[in-house]
């Protein structure tokens, strides 16, 4: 009988879910960032609920962590190609 593991405690409080979308490397390390953006947001608004932190501080935070987001993505050239001279891509509707 296989016995399974119990997750680690980083894998308990972080989990990663597959990633689902056209796979490049740019594309996958931003879904991992995209992942780790979500779960910190997760944590800033527990503390902030639970009183904490304040919602000012809360809201720092979180500025400060999309801030980071947005820097990654542009770093990894993700939503660009070569025909849109730098201009993101608009999804379909």
Do not use: W
Request: net charge positive.
């Amino acid at each position: 009988m296989i016995e399974d593991k119990p997750p680690s405690k980083d894998e308990f409080l972080r989990p990663r879910s597959r990633y689902y979308g056209e796979f490049t490397p740019e594309n996958l390390v931003f879904d991992a960032n995209l992942q780790e953006f979500a779960a910190q947001v997760g944590f800033i608004c527990a503390l902030e609920t639970s009183g904490k932190i304040s919602n000012a501080e809360a809201y720092r935070q979180i500025k400060a962590l999309f801030k980071n987001l947005k820097q990654s993505k542009k770093g990894l050239g993700i939503g660009k190609s070569d025909s849109d001279d730098g201009k993101e891509q608009k999804p379909p509707s």
